[in-house]
Structures are given as structure tokens and as C-alpha cells.
């Protein structure tokens, strides 16, 4: 059983366009998590929810919108896409403070924008 | 502004010897320190964590060390085993984030 699992794996779109991944979790975390990995490989935050609240909101453009219908969904909603925009997603989650147990990680979505 | 970094984007190690691992922090109010591992493929896994009042834990085969007057985070891996191989990100948090290195893919040759 996956624990944080992402959809779709792979995406690859054009430029304009609008698209969604989704993330779900089943180990009962509070909150949730959307890293970027840029091309530098770099693990950069973009957003958190905790019990339904945004609690993290990094300089994201708005074209980002993180969606949470429950406490074991968070979905990532973007508009317009662009070029820049091509990287791997990685969805998290966390309880108790992830500075004991870290979080867990999906296994990612690697979006191309084409 | 990278406020964690490896500089060492890769590493080979031959099976049964010791792997080191580096991390250098800029942000002093960091409080704790975690290593992750990944996979191709895969999510960065949680493999081990350091409070920053303390300067070493280990769990295993994994060791990691902290140096805050040099800033320095590393991770000893004894003895090294070809299903190391993989990827290791260290992390450090302070607030309510995480602050990510940019990796170190580590072979272990059997």
C-alpha cells in the first residue's frame, strides 16, 4: 500500500494549458506538502496545509493553486503553463513534527511543458 | 539564496569501505538536520535526523555528525553496501521548513 501516492507519474503538456496532479495520502499526517525539484535538482517548498489552512505560501506565482478537499488530498492545480514551469513535483506529508520522523515523500510527477 | 549545500554532486565508494557524505549550512538558526535517501525514480525517503544541540546520532550503519561552529553536517555510511546507492539529500529546518541540498548520488561498486 502507497503510502503518499501521486497521479499521473508523468505529464506532458503545452504551453498555455491547464493541468492538475493529485496527491493522496493513508497515513492519517495532518499536513501536506508540494516540493518543486528544478532542474539544478534543487528541493524547493511551494506549499502546506494543515487541517484544511494554508500555513506555508512561498513566493509561488498564483498561477499555482494547491486544492485540499480533505485531510488526505492535496491537489495541485496549475494555469497557463509555461516552459519554466518543467520540473518534478513531489508531494509530502508529516505528523508530529516532521523534524523526528522527516516526511514522506510521493515518488513524484515530472511535468514537461512543451 | 541556497541556504544548505552539497558540493559534492557525486561520490563512488567500493563495497565494505566507509562513505562520506557533505553538507554545509549558512543559517545558524537552523535546529534540526535530516538526510534523506532517493531512488530513482522514486520520493526522498527520511534515513536519519540530528537536533542541533547535539553532535552526532547514529542509527545502524548510518552515522551523521554536526559541526555547527564550521557549519558543517556529514553522514557516515560503515560499512557501504551496493544497495546504497542512490541519491542523499541533506535537509535543514528551522521555523516551520525545510531547507534542501541539491543532492549527492553515491555508488557503491561491489
Known amino acids: 500500500d502507497t503510502a503518499v501516492s501521486q497521479t499521473p507519474k508523468y505529464l506532458v503538456t503545452q504551453m498555455g494549458n491547464d493541468k492538475s496532479i493529485k496527491c493522496e495520502q493513508n497515513l492519517g499526517h495532518d499536513t501536506m506538502y508540494w516540493y518543486k525539484q528544478d532542474s539544478k535538482k534543487f528541493l524547493k517548498i511551494m506549499f502546506s496545509y494543515n487541517n484544511k489552512e494554508l500555513i506555508i505560501n512561498e513566493t509561488v506565482p498564483n498561477r499555482f493553486s494547491p486544492k485540499s478537499p480533505d485531510k488526505a488530498h492535496l491537489n495541485l492545480h496549475i494555469n497557463s503553463l509555461e516552459l519554466g514551469d518543467s520540473a518534478v513535483y513531489f508531494c509530502?506529508?508529516?505528523?508530529?513534527?516532521?523534524?523526528?520522523?522527516?516526511?514522506?515523500f510521493g515518488s513524484g510527477t515530472r511535468l514537461t511543458v512543451v | 539564496d541556497q541556504q544548505v549545500k552539497q558540493n559534492s554532486p557525486s561520490l563512488s565508494v567500493q563495497e565494505g569501505r566507509i562513505s562520506i557524505l557533505n553538507c554545509d549550512y549558512t543559517?545558524?538558526?537552523?535546529?534540526?538536520f535530516l538526510w534523506y535517501k532517493k531512488y530513482p525514480a522514486e520520493g526522498p525517503t527520511f534515513l536519519i535526523s540530528i537536533s542541533s544541540i547535539k553532535d552526532k546520532n547514529e542509527d545502524g550503519r548510518f552515522t551523521v555528525f554536526l559541526n555547527k561552529s564550521a557549519k558543517h553536517l556529514s553522514l557516515h555510511i560503515v560499512p557501504s553496501q551496493p544497495g546504497d546507492s542512490a541519491v542523499y539529500f541533506c535537509a535543514a529546518f528551522t521555523g516551520n521548513q525545510f531547507y534542501f541540498g541539491t543532492g549527492t548520488s553515491l555508488t557503491v561498486i561491489p
Open positions: 509530502a506529508s508529516s505528523q508530529d513534527g516532521p523534524v523526528n520522523y522527516g516526511y514522506t
Open positions: 543559517n545558524s538558526m537552523f535546529d534540526y
